[in-house]
């Protein structure tokens, strides 16, 4: 791996949200000048590009990717097609007699295809770069590495070849506790304090659990009655003495074994999610139920219409006794920010600061192509069709210039 992968001094643009590579996009420069020969401006276009585009795939393996031939489309007025077969268009073509299908006046303002902008367009068909595109990693590198470490799933398989070459139609997710990490920010001192003490904490009841399995394993009774004080404690020493019971007796059948599996898988599940006090009920209507029992907290009763003018500025909660009375604004500010914790918790256990929030400079890079339809919530994603170019428009995401790109297709073209 290379050094310095984002040079400050030698100015490469690589497919990543990292700061540096955004400040390298701000004071990027053409690499052509006229003191260059062409050979030496096809070169420098080339070497300037494939930092960019494929930066992780082999020279040899591209020139075997280069396609000479572009895919491009031409919209044309579909009323017009329907009415004619577009003969009368050549009539006087090239004496200025040419005019529009629904007027006198000549064409005007049309774009100019970006042809050159598709040289690049096989590498987006490749797995890293499509989920580098879907927003689900921060560079092609760690898109990379949820591929090989078996992250990703290819129409409902797992695919480990980030160079799988993705048809009209593929649909590929990722799996969500990658995507929050990778697109997600980055913990303070605070949090990694609080993450070393929640491992440490685990680690000593980890170390404490079996030195006790035999009589968790004589008494399960004993398990019920510590649900109420910490039933994520409850879970591991469940789990514990399922694995205890798999490794020591060998007189269970088969059924048995794999009802004891599925228990344990269970178990798993419930605990990779966040377990608190707050969250046991199942409703929001509930927990705010039980929140406001806790707290004796009351709705104020509702107003006049007389007297909700004058003291509707001045409404804030006040105590009678020992009850809090909240009004009706007050009780559903608590009950969205309930469903915001609910749904966005505070986790030390996670590699990613919590409550979850974008990670730094992800705006700049914030854009999703046309070619692929994704769907944030459950982290997939469909390549709808290859990419083309359309007149003003080059499907292919790239920061450099036409210039650029036809200095590089002509340097490939050269060598097929």
């Not at 004619?84 to 007027?103: N, T």
């Not at 390549?383 to 359309?390: D, G, L, N, Q, S």
């Amino acid at each position: 791996m290379r050094h310095r992968f984002h040079g400050l001094k030698k100015i490469k643009i690589r497919q990543s949200w990292n700061k540096y590579n955004l400040y390298n996009l701000s004071r990027i420069k053409s690499p052509i000048s006229n003191r260059q020969t062409f050979f030496q401006q096809k070169w420098a276009a080339k070497s300037t590009s494939r930092a960019y585009h494929g930066e992780t795939i082999r020279e040899k393996h591209w020139q075997r990717m280069f396609r000479p031939t572009l895919r491009s489309v031409v919209p044309m007025n579909h009323t017009y097609l329907a009415r004619s077969d577009g003969s009368e268009q050549a009539l006087g073509r090239g004496s200025g007699l040419e005019k529009m299908p629904d007027g006198d006046r000549k064409p005007q303002g049309i774009a100019r295809t970006p042809y050159m902008n598709m040289v690049y367009a096989p590498t987006e068909r490749r797995l890293d770069t499509a989920i580098f595109r879907a927003l689900f990693a921060s560079s092609t590198r760690q898109a990379r590495q949820f591929v090989v470490h078996g992250y990703v799933k290819v129409n409902g398989k797992k695919m480990i070849y980030p160079g799988y070459q993705l048809n009209p139609g593929d649909m590929f997710q990722v799996e969500p506790e990658r995507v929050l990490f990778a697109t997600g920010a980055r913990k303070d001192k605070k949090e990694r304090r609080a993450g070393r003490k929640m491992r440490a904490k685990a680690k000593s009841s980890k170390e404490e659990v079996p030195k006790k399995e035999p009589e968790i394993q004589a008494a399960p009774e004993v398990v019920e009655d510590q649900t109420p004080q910490d039933p994520k404690k409850v879970l591991t020493s469940l789990l514990t003495q399922a694995k205890s019971i798999l490794k020591t007796t060998d007189d269970i059948s088969g059924k048995k074994k794999q009802a004891i599996r599925a228990f344990s898988r269970e178990v798993r599940r419930t605990l990779s999610r966040r377990i608190t006090d707050t969250t046991i009920t199942d409703s929001l209507d509930a927990q705010l139920l039980e929140l406001t029992s806790r707290l004796n907290i009351s709705e104020s009763p509702t107003t006049t219409p007389t007297t909700e003018n004058n003291s509707s500025p001045d409404a804030k909660p006040r105590i009678d006794g020992r009850t809090i009375v909240l009004p009706s604004d007050e009780r559903r500010m608590l009950r969205d920010a309930l469903a915001e914790a609910r749904e966005n918790p505070i986790d030390p256990s996670k590699p990613y600061a919590t409550p979850w929030r974008p990670r730094e400079y992800m705006s700049a890079f914030a854009f999703v192509p046309r070619y692929l339809e994704v769907h944030h919530k459950i982290c997939s994603a469909v390549y709808i069709r290859h990419p083309v170019a359309r007149p003003g428009l080059g499907e292919v995401p790239t920061p450099f210039p036409a210039e650029v790109n036809g200095l590089t297709f002509n340097w490939y073209l050269r060598r097929r």
